[in-house]
């Protein structure tokens, strides 16, 4: 079969390569490279047969899948094995999106703009990499390579104390990574898989004791937590969101936060049935403070853009719990809510990168009424604000309440504690606008122009986005429910 | 005998024996050009080379090959000094590679020095003590082969004999060398003592079932100690700092990249056999039952050094502020990687040891190399000298960038790749040797907090104000000069082209090292 998915994976490298030496034209090699990757996903999409349309390749479960030998060393046998499930699809249109809006949304950007662009795109290669990897050493190698252009994107076109977070963000997230290849690497040798393909791994891991297994899926669970993040593993993330440039906010909270969900469902939780079972209550205990403290703690925010990257933490959390319930409801809530909120938190990065730019602050309590001056950002930030809050026929709402309705199916009353956070969310969004976008303007400067079209066009599409799947959210229901793991057990 | 058959097996000793005598020969014939001589010092390390990598069994190379196919990996002898083991031959070639970058790289040394000749020559008679070790199936001439080595580095470390700096840490070299060379002399006759011969592979036979456990204890125990000096083990590492750091950029490059590897693969030699040979017979030896436990002692005592190493490595390394001091630390560090492979003495361990040694020719190698270059650019010794480097040299920036992430273990990179393998090897032997692996993991994790934050100096911060100019005359290859900078641009390539696609030369040393855990036990 035609190998479609290195030819993603080498359509993205070609257009990184080719923007880092474009010089001046590198937006528009970056932009071209985008609309290709986002036909390519298109027609994957098209394409992709569902479950259970195909059974054959080396995995069963998956489409397009392709492997080549790689290392074999007889006692260490890695392949080059890449496939797609509907959940792989589901985060591949997220990168593919959320990188053709971040590429338009930066077009004016004057500083270095051959390596932003190239970085940008080298971010969402690593990205799909993850998505589309199927073996356990390829995995964790497209999962390094996205810290390091990430860690370049903050810490040279980041706020002022940029170097302080780059390498804060850098160190907690490959310390995270490296407990996490402990795991991995136990889990291979541990279970004596013949290879570090999904198959045979998943194979060999459901063989395992349950001692090993929970010690393994504890290894497994921290690497992915720390990226998601969960409390107490969290304090990178507020940093790293505030001093990155918006261009990385968006890629940092939309995509890489994703790969620890994504993570935690591919390589955890479905190899370790039983590990997971034992850990599951310590999950619940994460996912609810998670939730609680990111709420919470968002209520205190004045600078818009912690606050929008602490409800970030508390959205993270209800995906972890909807993880943790074990139900395929529950998953399909986490994909969901996983889409989700990458689009909405992606648009609300850019509403405060714009704020920023057009008043030259961020500090929510400093300004008010901006929406005469400016109504089509005091729009994108409304429209940002009601759907992180979850409000019907906009695409959180299918999300959230598929994930409270698998919690009140898997641990019944429990269900109010995220109910009851959702009302602080609701909340903490609906003070920050009034305050902000209504009432008597302030802290207005002279001349202030609203959102020069290319940062209305990159919010616009992700806008968009919202209302269409919030309204025909089947469309992504079908594509997640056609994939083997969304009907527990796997393949 | 005839001389054929004995001349054979050493060409590439003689090779770098013959360029050696002819860079003197040039001296005295009063042709000093430095370009000149680096020419002919890249010659010779180049066919010594192609000759080592024919012998190999390279397929291209194979008119170059000198070595009979049945000599290499036959089966051990107990009376011979020397042995063709592939592993050897790969080790062989592990040290002509590095001769000759840093032979190339040296062609871009301010021409007019007057030690030129000697520099060059004592590199190539040094290189040849290397070779030397990489065949040694005896006790008595692996300790005289690395003597070679040790006298050779002594002077190469005094080049710059009017600086205080460089006499001091040659000064140091050498006292250090003598201790270390008297410990593994004193060890080595104590094992004769002990066995009555000096061949390791009769050592190794013999280990289980002589009958002195107090007297061999000792005699290893020196030998550890002898060699760990070498090898820069913590807590016998103090002297390598300031050696690497007093000594020229380019000569650091050299034995922090190399030299070390000798004295690691005199530790395969001398200790696998044992160690193995006691592990596998385990219940029958004469010391498993009794009151030392041999095996299990050399075990512990490795496997402490190799963690101890490591973690003190990487914390001093955390705390220096000058660049080349963070890199000796680091290379300490990565010492203590090395060891976990002669510990776990698997062939899937000993083929991560190679390949992490590999590595660190390139990575560390190539570091110092970029220091010579941007030291002749005038730049300062600190760290925070290098400030806005990577912006202002975006090329040279992403060559030592990459050195850099291949040191921390980023993937894409060699540095992953070997310790990919290195660890999963430990994760593999199972059993207590799953430590090793967590203890190499957090230290590579905190390793990457040093490495990191010069990434951030070079690209991060600004530049300070117009530094001061170049103290050499401007060389070609923006200031860098040719040599160095092809090195340097070979090194990078490197770093990546292994680091995606490692199975040539994993399955090299994988097939090489299982020969050798055969042969050795």
Redesign the interface.
Known sequence: MFPVLSLVLATLLLGTVVTFVAGRYARWVALATSIVFLAETAALIWQYPGWPGYTSGAVPGFAFQESY????????QVNYTVGVDGISLVLILLTAVLQIATVVYSWEETRRPGPWFGLVLLTCLGCVGVFVALDI?LF??FW??V??PM??LI??WGGPR??YA??KF??YT??AS??M??GL??L???SGATSFDYSSVYLAGHGLMTVTQTFLFLALFFGFGVKFPVVPFHTWLPDAHVEAPTGGSVLLAGLLLKLGGYGLIRWAVLILPLGFHEAQPVLFVIAFATIAWGSIVSLAQRDLKRLVAFSSINHMGIVLLAIALGSSLGLLAAVLLMFAHGVVSALLFMVSGSVHHTYGTRDIPSLGGITPSTPVLATMTMVGSLASLGLPWLISFPAEFTALLATWDGLAYWVLLPLGILVVTAAFYIWMMQRMLFGPPRGIPETVHDLPWFEAAGMGLLVALTIVLGVLPFLLVNLITSSPIAGFPGP | MDASSFIGPFVPELLLLGAALLIFLLDVLGIRRNETLSTVAVAGTTLALLSVLGDLGFAPLSVFATLPANVIDAAPSTTGLYAFTSLGLIFQGIFLLSALLVSLASASRPSGEKGAPIFYGLLLLATVGMLLVAVATDLIFLLLAIEVTSIATYLLVAYHRREARSLEAAMKFFIIGALSTVLSFYGASLLFGAYGTTNLVAIGHATGAVGYPVLVLLGYGFLVAGLAFKVTLVPFHAWAVDVYDGAPSDVSAFLAGVTKKIGLFAYFLVFLGPVLYLRTVGGSSPFAGGPIDLGGTLTITLAVLAVVTMTVGNLLALLQKEMKRMLAYSSISQAGYMLIGVTIGTA?AI?GATMQIFAHVLMKGGAFLVVAGVGALGVGPLIDDWKGLGTRRPLLGAAFALML?SLAG???TVG??SK??L???A??A?GYY?WL??AG??N??LS??YY??V??VM???TAPAPSTPPVTDALPAGGLGYGRAIAIGFIAVTIVAVGV???PI??AI?SAAQHFVVVGA
């Open positions: 030998a790689w290392i074999h060393l007889g006692w260490l050493l964790f190698l390094e390579a810290l390091v860690f370049f810490g040279y940029r170097r780059s390498l850098f160190v490959h310390v490296i407990v290849l402990v690497l136990g291979v040798f541990y | 899937p083929t992430l980023v993937p894409l992953f790749v990919f393998v660890f999963s090897a994760v593999q199972q799953i692996a967590v993991l957090l590579s994790a990457v907090f990191a934050r990434l951030k690209f991060f911060d696609y490692p199975q994993l399955g994988q």
